[in-house]
């Protein structure tokens, strides 16, 4: 049975994480650990908690109300910080004075969501998780590695039970959603670069959990099909429900003028297979491939107690345990 391990927070000694994955061993090992199970069964969760769901409609709890609230203010900040004239296209130097205003409003902020004394501790070990998730400080660029350091974020929230399995609806439907725009809006105005992009070839510029999520929220739903894609006039009136359709929308204006098939071909090849249901397995396996499996992008990724780099024989039993099945 496979479980999301939960510290006992009484005695949990926090630290601040660092960068474990090194080389072809050190990412082999992470492959074979207990955190890397973790993190995908935690995906598999959040996507099968959204199945059947929209987003207008999926209520906000009041444990989860801070944390939105943090995500919309650091997105008020964009409009404090408008991007300077340079002349590079890409990497606006302005998101590093964004992104430097939210390092300094951290601490405050995150104690609004770690509403005890035992979770507040966990402070200086969230940090980096939130910070990073908004793209590099130097080379200003953005991709599926700092998403998944806020993956890593939420799955911290969650083992310090800010949250519980409850809420997974509303961590996607509102939470990462939130994010999600904060993501666009920071990549958009300040045109940070995609990071280690694949061109046309890859799924999406800068993201891939959302096309997770989407395809999750679509399985089941007999009134579309995957090819409703091509419908401009479905996605402009789904897209605040549906996630999928969001992220496609998205894609259409800023690439607009280009064919779809031409400046997305893999979405597009996606958009001919039968059902949501294929699409979900697949978006996760294409997850584990290019992302997870992926030297390039894991090895920025950081552990520390919560998210604990160690082999399966390394592992101690943790604390408490939660059964996904």
């Not at 479980?3 to 992470?30: N, Y």
């Not at 609806?169 to 904060?182: C, G, H, P, R, S």
């Not at 400046?263 to 491939?289: H, R, T």
């Amino acid at each position: 049975m496979e479980c999301i391990s939960k510290p006992d927070l009484a005695t949990h000694e926090f630290c601040v994480p660092e960068k474990k994955i090194m080389e072809g061993d050190t990412l082999h090992s992470f492959q074979e650990s207990v955190v890397y199970k973790e993190i995908l069964q935690f995906i598999t969760l959040l996507q099968k908690s959204v199945q059947g769901t929209q987003m207008s409609t999926t209520d906000l709890p009041d444990c989860l109300l801070p944390l939105y609230e943090m995500i919309q203010k650091y997105t008020g900040y964009i409009d404090e910080i408008p991007p300077i004239d340079q002349p590079m296209r890409f990497g606006n130097k302005s998101f590093k004075v964004w992104l430097d205003k939210v390092r300094e409003s951290y601490e405050d902020d995150i104690k609004t969501v770690l509403t005890t004394e035992e979770q507040q501790k966990a402070i200086p070990e969230l940090e980096p998780y939130l910070l990073e998730s908004f793209g590099h400080y130097e080379r200003i660029d953005y991709g599926t590695g700092h998403e998944l350091s806020f993956l890593g974020f939420l799955l911290c929230l969650y083992k310090i039970e800010i949250y519980t399995d409850e809420h997974f609806a509303a961590i996607v439907n509102k939470v990462f959603q939130e994010y999600l725009l904060l993501c666009r809006k920071l990549q958009t105005i300040y045109m940070l670069e995609p990071a280690g992009s694949h061109g046309v070839w890859g799924l999406d510029d800068y993201q891939h959990l959302p096309f997770i999520f989407g395809a999750g929220q679509l399985v089941g739903h007999d009134d579309w099909t995957p090819e409703i894609i091509h419908d401009n006039t479905t996605l402009e009136n789904e897209m605040k429900d549906y996630m999928y359709f969001g992220c496609i929308h998205f894609i259409k204006s800023v690439k607009k003028g280009v064919p779809f098939g031409e400046c997305s071909p893999i979405l597009n090849d996606i958009s001919a297979v039968p059902n949501w249901g294929k699409v979900s397995q697949g978006m996760i396996k294409m997850y584990v491939g290019e992302v997870l499996n992926k030297h390039p992008v894991v090895k920025h990724f950081k552990f520390g107690s919560l998210i604990k780099y160690e082999s399966e024989s390394d592992a101690v039993a943790p604390d408490s345990t939660v059964s996904t099945e």
